[in-house]
Protein backbone atom coordinates (compact mmCIF):
# COMPACT_ATOMS: atom_id res chain seq x y z
CA UNK A 1 0.00 0.00 0.00
CA UNK A 2 1.18 3.58 -0.81
CA UNK A 3 -0.53 5.33 2.32
CA UNK A 4 -0.88 4.44 5.63
CA UNK A 5 -3.85 4.13 7.72
CA UNK A 6 -3.33 7.40 9.85
CA UNK A 7 -3.08 9.10 6.73
CA UNK A 8 -5.64 7.74 4.28
CA UNK A 9 -8.25 9.38 2.44
CA UNK A 10 -11.20 7.44 2.58
CA UNK A 11 -14.35 6.83 0.15
CA UNK A 12 -17.96 5.89 1.40
CA UNK A 13 -19.99 5.11 -1.04
CA UNK A 14 -23.64 4.00 0.32
CA UNK A 15 -24.84 6.37 3.22
CA UNK A 16 -28.21 4.77 3.95
CA UNK A 17 -29.20 3.82 7.38
CA UNK A 18 -26.29 1.98 8.42
CA UNK A 19 -23.74 3.40 5.94
CA UNK A 20 -24.45 7.40 6.82
CA UNK A 21 -23.34 6.19 10.53
CA UNK A 22 -20.23 4.55 9.51
CA UNK A 23 -19.26 7.36 7.38
CA UNK A 24 -20.07 9.96 10.04
CA UNK A 25 -17.46 7.66 12.35
CA UNK A 26 -14.99 7.70 10.02
CA UNK A 27 -15.17 11.52 9.31
CA UNK A 28 -15.66 12.90 12.86
CA UNK A 29 -12.07 10.73 13.19
CA UNK A 30 -10.38 13.32 11.27
CA UNK A 31 -9.91 11.64 7.90
CA UNK A 32 -10.52 12.90 4.58
CA UNK A 33 -13.71 11.37 3.39
CA UNK A 34 -15.15 11.68 -0.13
CA UNK A 35 -18.84 10.13 -0.64
CA UNK A 36 -21.36 9.08 -3.12
CA UNK A 37 -24.31 7.69 -2.78
CA UNK A 38 -27.00 7.13 -5.80
CA UNK A 39 -29.95 9.54 -3.42
CA UNK A 40 -27.85 13.10 -2.96
CA UNK A 41 -30.02 13.86 -0.42
CA UNK A 42 -28.82 11.17 2.19
CA UNK A 43 -24.99 12.24 1.83
CA UNK A 44 -26.21 15.86 2.53
CA UNK A 45 -25.45 16.14 6.14
CA UNK A 46 -21.88 14.26 6.27
CA UNK A 47 -21.07 16.90 2.78
CA UNK A 48 -22.48 19.87 5.78
CA UNK A 49 -19.73 18.20 8.04
CA UNK A 50 -16.71 18.30 5.72
CA UNK A 51 -17.17 15.55 3.31
CA UNK A 52 -16.38 15.66 -0.39
CA UNK A 53 -19.10 14.67 -2.68
CA UNK A 54 -17.94 13.20 -5.79
CA UNK A 55 -20.36 12.61 -9.08
CA UNK A 56 -19.45 8.93 -9.91
CA UNK A 57 -17.56 6.20 -8.39
CA UNK A 58 -15.02 6.17 -10.91
CA UNK A 59 -14.41 9.91 -9.79
CA UNK A 60 -14.34 8.75 -6.17
CA UNK A 61 -11.93 6.05 -6.81
CA UNK A 62 -9.49 7.89 -8.36
CA UNK A 63 -9.44 10.62 -4.99
CA UNK A 64 -9.06 7.81 -2.64
CA UNK A 65 -6.48 5.49 -1.05
CA UNK A 66 -9.22 3.04 0.80
CA UNK A 67 -12.97 2.89 -0.58
CA UNK A 68 -15.16 1.45 1.54
CA UNK A 69 -19.16 0.23 -0.03
CA UNK A 70 -22.19 -0.36 2.10
CA UNK A 71 -24.76 -0.61 -0.82
CA UNK A 72 -28.01 -3.03 -1.27
CA UNK A 73 -27.51 -5.82 -3.48
CA UNK A 74 -25.33 -8.16 -4.81
CA UNK A 75 -26.37 -6.59 -9.13
CA UNK A 76 -25.18 -3.11 -7.24
CA UNK A 77 -22.13 -4.40 -5.94
CA UNK A 78 -21.19 -5.97 -9.00
CA UNK A 79 -22.11 -2.44 -11.35
CA UNK A 80 -20.12 -0.55 -8.82
CA UNK A 81 -16.99 -2.68 -8.65
CA UNK A 82 -16.52 -4.30 -12.55
CA UNK A 83 -16.77 -2.20 -15.83
CA UNK A 84 -15.22 0.75 -17.52
CA UNK A 85 -16.60 3.00 -14.89
CA UNK A 86 -16.06 0.94 -11.83
CA UNK A 87 -14.02 1.01 -8.85
CA UNK A 88 -11.55 -1.58 -9.86
CA UNK A 89 -10.75 0.09 -13.67
CA UNK A 90 -10.21 3.87 -11.87
CA UNK A 91 -8.91 3.20 -8.73
CA UNK A 92 -5.18 4.16 -7.48
CA UNK A 93 -2.72 1.19 -7.48
CA UNK A 94 -2.38 -0.12 -3.91
CA UNK A 95 -5.86 1.22 -2.36
CA UNK A 96 -7.89 -1.00 -0.73
CA UNK A 97 -11.73 -1.66 -1.44
CA UNK A 98 -13.50 -2.91 1.34
CA UNK A 99 -17.42 -3.84 0.62
CA UNK A 100 -19.18 -4.08 3.79
CA UNK A 101 -22.35 -5.07 1.99
CA UNK A 102 -23.96 -8.46 2.48
CA UNK A 103 -23.46 -10.12 -1.02
CA UNK A 104 -22.66 -13.04 -2.66
CA UNK A 105 -19.06 -14.89 -1.41
CA UNK A 106 -18.86 -16.35 -5.36
CA UNK A 107 -18.89 -12.11 -6.59
CA UNK A 108 -16.59 -11.59 -3.42
CA UNK A 109 -14.15 -13.85 -5.13
CA UNK A 110 -14.01 -12.25 -8.46
CA UNK A 111 -14.13 -8.83 -6.82
CA UNK A 112 -11.26 -10.28 -5.25
CA UNK A 113 -9.27 -11.75 -8.11
CA UNK A 114 -10.26 -9.03 -10.54
CA UNK A 115 -8.44 -6.18 -7.84
CA UNK A 116 -5.34 -8.65 -7.47
CA UNK A 117 -4.85 -7.64 -11.45
CA UNK A 118 -4.63 -4.46 -10.97
CA UNK A 119 -2.35 -4.21 -8.01
CA UNK A 120 -5.03 -3.66 -5.54
CA UNK A 121 -6.40 -4.82 -2.28
CA UNK A 122 -9.79 -6.61 -1.48
CA UNK A 123 -11.66 -7.36 1.52
CA UNK A 124 -15.41 -8.62 1.81
CA UNK A 125 -16.56 -7.33 5.28
CA UNK A 126 -19.90 -7.39 5.88
CA UNK A 127 -21.37 -6.66 9.30
CA UNK A 128 -24.27 -6.83 11.68
CA UNK A 129 -25.37 -5.00 14.56
CA UNK A 130 -28.03 -2.79 12.53
CA UNK A 131 -28.76 0.41 12.74
CA UNK A 132 -28.38 0.85 16.63
CA UNK A 133 -24.27 -1.19 16.09
CA UNK A 134 -24.14 1.46 13.37
CA UNK A 135 -24.76 4.41 14.72
CA UNK A 136 -22.80 3.24 18.59
CA UNK A 137 -20.20 1.78 16.34
CA UNK A 138 -20.39 -1.56 17.46
CA UNK A 139 -20.80 -3.57 14.51
CA UNK A 140 -19.70 -7.17 14.24
CA UNK A 141 -17.44 -7.07 10.93
CA UNK A 142 -16.65 -10.40 9.64
CA UNK A 143 -13.81 -10.40 6.88
CA UNK A 144 -12.74 -12.32 4.25
CA UNK A 145 -9.06 -11.79 2.29
CA UNK A 146 -5.32 -11.53 3.04
CA UNK A 147 -4.49 -10.80 6.75
CA UNK A 148 -1.84 -8.04 6.14
CA UNK A 149 -4.58 -6.27 4.02
CA UNK A 150 -6.85 -6.32 7.40
CA UNK A 151 -4.17 -5.56 10.14
CA UNK A 152 -3.32 -2.50 7.87
CA UNK A 153 -6.96 -1.15 7.86
CA UNK A 154 -7.50 -2.33 11.25
CA UNK A 155 -7.51 0.76 12.59
CA UNK A 156 -10.71 2.32 10.22
CA UNK A 157 -12.51 -1.02 11.47
CA UNK A 158 -11.99 -0.17 14.42
CA UNK A 159 -14.19 3.09 14.18
CA UNK A 160 -16.45 1.47 13.09
CA UNK A 161 -17.11 -1.79 14.93
CA UNK A 162 -16.11 -3.51 18.28
CA UNK A 163 -15.74 -7.27 17.13
CA UNK A 164 -13.57 -7.59 14.23
CA UNK A 165 -12.90 -11.24 13.17
CA UNK A 166 -10.77 -12.12 9.96
CA UNK A 167 -12.61 -15.45 8.69
CA UNK A 168 -10.40 -16.47 6.13
CA UNK A 169 -9.32 -15.76 2.22
CA UNK A 170 -11.80 -14.00 -0.19
CA UNK A 171 -15.55 -14.93 0.15
CA UNK A 172 -15.15 -16.18 3.79
CA UNK A 173 -16.39 -12.97 5.52
CA UNK A 174 -19.67 -13.20 3.02
CA UNK A 175 -20.13 -16.99 3.88
CA UNK A 176 -19.81 -15.70 7.62
CA UNK A 177 -22.50 -13.34 7.19
CA UNK A 178 -24.78 -15.97 6.12
CA UNK A 179 -24.13 -17.98 9.11
CA UNK A 180 -25.19 -14.81 11.10
CA UNK A 181 -28.29 -14.24 9.18
CA UNK A 182 -29.34 -18.09 8.98
CA UNK A 183 -29.23 -17.99 13.09
CA UNK A 184 -31.39 -14.61 12.94
CA UNK A 185 -34.03 -15.70 10.16
CA UNK A 186 -35.11 -18.75 12.63
CA UNK A 187 -34.26 -16.72 16.31
CA UNK A 188 -36.75 -13.69 14.54
CA UNK A 189 -39.37 -16.55 14.05
CA UNK A 190 -38.87 -17.50 17.34
CA UNK A 191 -39.08 -14.11 19.30
CA UNK A 192 -42.60 -13.42 17.47
CA UNK A 193 -43.96 -16.69 17.96
CA UNK A 194 -43.16 -16.24 21.98
CA UNK A 195 -44.98 -13.09 21.80
CA UNK A 196 -47.96 -14.01 20.11
CA UNK A 197 -48.40 -17.10 22.54
CA UNK A 198 -47.85 -14.47 25.23
CA UNK A 199 -50.46 -12.41 23.95
CA UNK A 200 -52.78 -15.26 23.12
CA UNK A 201 -52.80 -16.41 27.17
CA UNK A 202 -53.47 -13.17 28.29
CA UNK A 203 -49.98 -12.01 29.47
CA UNK A 204 -48.37 -8.87 29.73
CA UNK A 205 -45.66 -9.45 26.72
CA UNK A 206 -43.73 -6.30 28.05
CA UNK A 207 -43.20 -8.00 31.35
CA UNK A 208 -42.59 -11.49 29.41
CA UNK A 209 -39.86 -10.07 27.68
CA UNK A 210 -38.24 -8.53 30.81
CA UNK A 211 -38.70 -12.21 32.15
CA UNK A 212 -36.98 -14.12 29.69
CA UNK A 213 -34.30 -12.00 27.99
CA UNK A 214 -32.16 -12.42 30.48
CA UNK A 215 -31.95 -16.49 30.46
CA UNK A 216 -31.44 -18.74 27.56
CA UNK A 217 -34.01 -17.53 25.45
CA UNK A 218 -31.97 -13.93 25.56
CA UNK A 219 -30.87 -12.95 21.99
CA UNK A 220 -29.54 -9.52 20.17
CA UNK A 221 -33.41 -9.60 18.65
CA UNK A 222 -35.02 -10.51 21.52
CA UNK A 223 -33.65 -7.45 23.33
CA UNK A 224 -33.49 -4.96 20.84
CA UNK A 225 -36.35 -5.60 18.44
CA UNK A 226 -38.48 -7.23 20.62
CA UNK A 227 -39.77 -3.85 22.04
CA UNK A 228 -40.12 -2.36 19.11
CA UNK A 229 -42.49 -5.23 17.59
CA UNK A 230 -44.27 -4.19 21.18
CA UNK A 231 -44.60 -0.70 20.34
CA UNK A 232 -45.70 -1.46 16.97
CA UNK A 233 -42.70 0.78 15.33
CA UNK A 234 -42.10 -0.68 11.98
CA UNK A 235 -39.20 1.77 10.92
CA UNK A 236 -36.48 -0.06 9.77
CA UNK A 237 -32.82 -1.01 11.08
CA UNK A 238 -32.53 -3.42 8.47
CA UNK A 239 -35.16 -3.15 5.86
CA UNK A 240 -37.37 -6.33 5.10
CA UNK A 241 -36.07 -6.69 1.64
CA UNK A 242 -32.96 -6.69 1.74
CA UNK A 243 -32.99 -9.49 4.78
CA UNK A 244 -35.05 -11.45 1.53
CA UNK A 245 -32.26 -10.74 -0.63
CA UNK A 246 -29.62 -12.13 2.07
CA UNK A 247 -31.96 -15.01 2.77
CA UNK A 248 -31.98 -15.94 -0.86
CA UNK A 249 -27.94 -15.49 -1.02
CA UNK A 250 -27.80 -18.09 1.56
CA UNK A 251 -30.08 -20.39 0.21
CA UNK A 252 -28.63 -20.80 -3.02
CA UNK A 253 -24.98 -21.35 -1.40
CA UNK A 254 -26.93 -23.69 0.32
CA UNK A 255 -28.16 -25.97 -2.37
CA UNK A 256 -24.56 -25.43 -4.12
CA UNK A 257 -23.40 -27.51 -1.09
CA UNK A 258 -25.85 -29.88 -0.93
CA UNK A 259 -27.38 -28.28 2.46
CA UNK A 260 -31.24 -28.32 3.69
CA UNK A 261 -32.07 -25.61 5.48
CA UNK A 262 -35.60 -25.74 6.78
CA UNK A 263 -35.91 -22.96 8.72
CA UNK A 264 -34.12 -20.98 6.45
CA UNK A 265 -36.56 -21.68 4.08
CA UNK A 266 -39.96 -20.96 6.23
CA UNK A 267 -38.61 -17.63 7.23
CA UNK A 268 -37.91 -16.49 3.71
CA UNK A 269 -41.39 -17.81 2.94
CA UNK A 270 -43.05 -15.62 5.34
CA UNK A 271 -40.74 -12.61 5.26
CA UNK A 272 -42.36 -12.86 1.09
CA UNK A 273 -45.49 -12.72 2.37
CA UNK A 274 -44.85 -9.48 4.06
CA UNK A 275 -43.47 -7.92 1.00
CA UNK A 276 -46.15 -9.53 -1.38
CA UNK A 277 -48.10 -7.05 1.65
CA UNK A 278 -46.55 -3.90 0.78
CA UNK A 279 -44.39 -3.92 3.70
CA UNK A 280 -40.82 -4.54 2.30
CA UNK A 281 -39.19 -1.08 3.28
CA UNK A 282 -40.20 -1.85 7.14
CA UNK A 283 -37.87 -3.20 9.34
CA UNK A 284 -37.40 -6.91 10.04
CA UNK A 285 -39.25 -6.62 13.50
CA UNK A 286 -42.54 -6.42 11.13
CA UNK A 287 -42.69 -9.99 10.89
CA UNK A 288 -44.54 -9.84 14.27
CA UNK A 289 -47.19 -8.82 11.74
CA UNK A 290 -47.62 -12.07 10.50
CA UNK A 291 -48.49 -13.88 13.71
CA UNK A 292 -50.94 -10.78 15.09
CA UNK A 293 -52.77 -10.85 12.13
CA UNK A 294 -53.37 -14.84 12.34
CA UNK A 295 -54.37 -14.20 15.92
Known sequence: MNYSPENATVGFIGT???????AGHILKAGYPLHVYTRTRTKAEELVRQGAIWQETPAELAA????????IGYPQDVEAVYLGEQGLIANARQGSCLIDMTTSSPLLAQRIAEACAARGLHALDA????????????????????????VTAVRPLL?????????????????HTKMCNQIAIASNMMGVCEA?????????????????????AAGSWSLANLGPRMLAGDYEPGFYIKHFIKDMGIALDAA???????????????????????????????????YYLSSQ
Open 63 to 70: ACDVIITM
Open 195 to 215: IAYAQSAGLNPQTVLQAIAGG
Open 16 to 22: GVMGASM
Open 255 to 289: REMGLSLPGLSLAESLYRQLAEQGLEDKGTQALIQ
Open 158 to 174: ELLGSNIVHQGAAGAGQ
Open 126 to 149: PVSGGDVGAREARLSIMIGGEEQT
